[in-house]
Nanobody, 124 residues
Framework: QVQLAESGGQVVQAGASLRLSCATS????????LGWFRQPPGKEREFVAAIRTSGHTYYGDSVKGRFTISRAYVENTIYLQMDTLKPEDTAVYYC??????????????????WGQGTQVTVSS
């Protein structure tokens, strides 16, 4: 079983930056695609970003150019650097692990393990 634990969510003002962390194991970083999703209040879970074992990264259209996903093998952690935050970025952010092929990387049903989530609130 893959352990995933998010942290770093907080209340920030629009335009600010924030970095989320997802602690996992070294084997997970080497074996699975790891992704970030978010779920705004009353809405469906939305793909944010993913990083494959190859190191290739993928982003949702609404965050492209503002968010950056990365991984650090030394810390067994993936990060989501979020810049120029907007009120519409307010959501619970989850990290998740997948064995999905590239065509399914944005599909939350293809992820088999999820963290508990961390709340990000962006005030206007």
């Amino acid at each position: 079983q893959v352990q995933l634990a998010e942290s770093g969510g907080q209340v920030v003002q629009a335009g600010a930056s924030l970095r989320l962390s997802c602690a996992t194991s070294g084997s997970a970083l080497r074996s699975y695609t790891l992704g970030w999703f978010r779920q705004p209040p009353g809405k469906e879970r939305e793909f944010v970003a993913a990083i494959r074992t190859s190191g290739h990264t993928y982003y949702g259209d609404s965050v492209k150019g503002r968010f950056t996903i990365s991984r650090a093998y030394v810390e067994n952690t993936i990060y989501l650097q979020m810049d120029t935050l907007k009120p519409e970025d307010t959501a619970v952010y989850y990290c998740a692990a997948s064995r999905a092929v590239l065509s399914s990387i944005r599909d939350p049903t293809m992820y088999f393990q999820w963290g508990q989530g961390t709340q990000v609130t962006v005030s206007s």
